[in-house]
């Protein structure tokens, strides 16, 4: 446990400082921590990842819970349950995080996953935030050139509509 501990603290302690995802795995990764996720077929350790990481981040085992019941199998098809529907207990393991920390993690990770990454960088402000009058589907931009206009950009619906007839 101590062991555990002592990786998973600066990890929260990073996130919440505003370290993104991705250079927090590049740290674990660069001090040779090993991960039991990313494992070659011959063995290896491939290293972290931001996936990883925001897992380790979002899961409540660390809150001291222990969840059943997440999936079940019907007709050899695998279904996730619905979240009212799953058993969430205290366990008897050290909690490594805080309620507090858990909730600033949560909303910091929804923010960022509601973000287009090309937003996030400012390229295009509006991106993420456009949505298609006649489908609702997410408009995309495009960027062209003219020379008479010069650059100029574009939002557009790559939703295909059945034809009517």
């Excluded at 990073?14 to 991705?22: M, P």
Aim: net charge positive; proline share 4%.
């Amino acid at each position: 446990m101590k062991r555990s501990f002592r990786i998973y603290r600066p990890i929260v302690e990073k996130y919440l400082n505003g370290t993104n995802l991705g250079h927090i795995a590049i740290w674990l990764t660069d001090n040779k921590i090993p991960t039991h996720y990313n494992i070659k077929p011959d063995g290896r350790d491939k290293g972290w990842s931001n996936v990883t990481v925001q897992r380790l981040l979002a899961s409540e085992i660390h809150l001291g819970y222990i969840t059943y019941g997440r999936t079940r199998s019907k007709r050899g098809q695998i279904e996730l349950v619905p979240e009212e529907e799953r058993i969430k207990v205290m366990g008897t393991h050290k909690k490594l995080k805080t309620e507090e920390e858990h909730e600033a993690i949560m909303e910091r990770l929804l923010k960022n996953r509601m973000l287009n990454p090309n937003s996030r960088r400012n390229i295009f402000p509006l991106s993420g935030l456009l949505y298609c009058e006649k489908c609702g589907s997410r408009m995309r931009f495009r960027v062209g050139d003219n020379k008479k206009q010069g650059q100029h950009w574009s939002a557009l619906c790559y939703h295909q509509y059945k034809r009517r007839e």
